[in-house]
């Protein structure tokens, strides 16, 4: 069972939310926020797996509420605001995915469960045109981190798959894995993207034609 919370402002939307996915089998609305701040609160106290979590908010907005949130849930934006700023803000601060909120309910669903399972919900080729015009090389260090632990994070940032990974390098999938799955840990990225991010800020990749 997949837990979820919904954080809204509009009442009717996330009454919406909640019987759309209440009505889902593996799904289950453990509570619903009306602010950034509850939505914090209420992940600290529920423990959900998944935030549907609204951008403009009263209190705190859906960006810092996903910050502070952290590591207790993965983080999904819907919102009818579809900039690209946004878009980066929420990366960065931890969200999974990013969704606008006429979405079909279909696909809201579907969304929720690739959140759940670990996977970031942003077209590889969108993340990293985002991170490329918004990330500010130099504020962040790659202390800690391998040589070849490099090599596979320079090549996540090109948008590589790990299948394209281990041809590149000449690596094993197990082993592939284990370096991301150290890459995770020691720069503290909850996904994919994050490791983009990462790269970026970093100086590791720089822009195209930079």
Same mark, same amino acid.
């Given at each position: 069972?997949? =837990?979820?919370?919904?954080a809204?402002?509009?009442?009717?939307?996330?009454?919406?939310f909640?019987?759309?996915?209440?009505?889902?089998?593996?799904?289950?609305?453990?509570g619903?926020?009306?602010t950034?701040?509850?939505?914090?609160?209420?992940?600290?106290?529920?423990?959900?797996?998944?935030?549907?979590?609204?951008?403009?908010?009263?209190?705190m907005?859906?960006?810092?509420?996903?910050? !502070?949130?952290?590591?207790?849930?993965?983080?999904?934006?819907? %919102?009818m605001? *579809?900039?690209?700023a #946004?878009v #980066?803000?929420?990366?960065?601060a931890?969200?999974?995915?990013?969704?606008?909120?006429?979405?079909?309910?279909?696909d809201?669903?579907?969304?929720?469960?690739?959140?759940a399972?670990?996977?970031?919900?942003?077209?590889?080729?969108?993340?990293?045109?985002?991170i490329?015009?918004?990330?500010r090389?130099?504020?962040?260090?790659?202390?800690?981190?391998?040589d !070849?632990e490099?090599?596979?994070?320079?090549?996540?940032a090109?948008?590589l798959?790990n299948?394209?990974?281990?041809?590149?390098?000449?690596?094993?999938?197990?082993?592939?894995? %284990?370096?991301?799955?150290?890459?995770?840990?020691?720069?503290a /990225?909850? *996904? =994919?993207?994050?490791?983009?991010? /990462? /790269? #970026?800020?970093?100086?590791?990749?720089?822009?195209?034609? /930079?």
């Open positions: 069972m997949i =837990r979820v919370l919904i809204d402002d509009q009442v009717l939307l996330r009454g919406s909640r019987v759309l996915v209440d009505n889902e089998p593996d799904l289950d609305v453990v619903e926020a009306g950034g701040a509850r939505a914090v609160e209420l992940a600290a106290a529920t423990r959900p797996d998944v935030v549907l979590m609204d951008v403009r908010m009263p209190e907005d859906g960006i810092e509420a996903t910050r !502070r949130i952290g590591d207790a849930a993965k983080v999904l934006i819907v %919102t605001f *579809d900039l690209d #946004y #980066y803000a929420a990366l960065r931890g969200a999974s995915g990013f969704l606008l909120k006429d979405t079909p309910p279909a809201l669903l579907a969304a929720i469960r690739v959140v399972a670990g996977e970031a919900l942003l077209a590889p080729t969108v993340t990293r045109r985002l490329e015009e918004f990330a090389p130099s504020v962040r260090g790659l202390d800690g981190i391998t !070849r490099r090599e596979v994070l320079k090549l996540i090109r948008g798959s299948t394209e990974i281990t041809e590149r390098l000449h690596l094993s999938m197990a082993t592939v894995k %284990t370096h991301i799955g150290r890459l995770l840990t020691k720069l /990225a909850r *996904d =994919r993207a994050q490791l983009v991010i /990462a /790269a #970026y800020e970093s100086g590791l990749v720089v822009r195209s034609g /930079a």
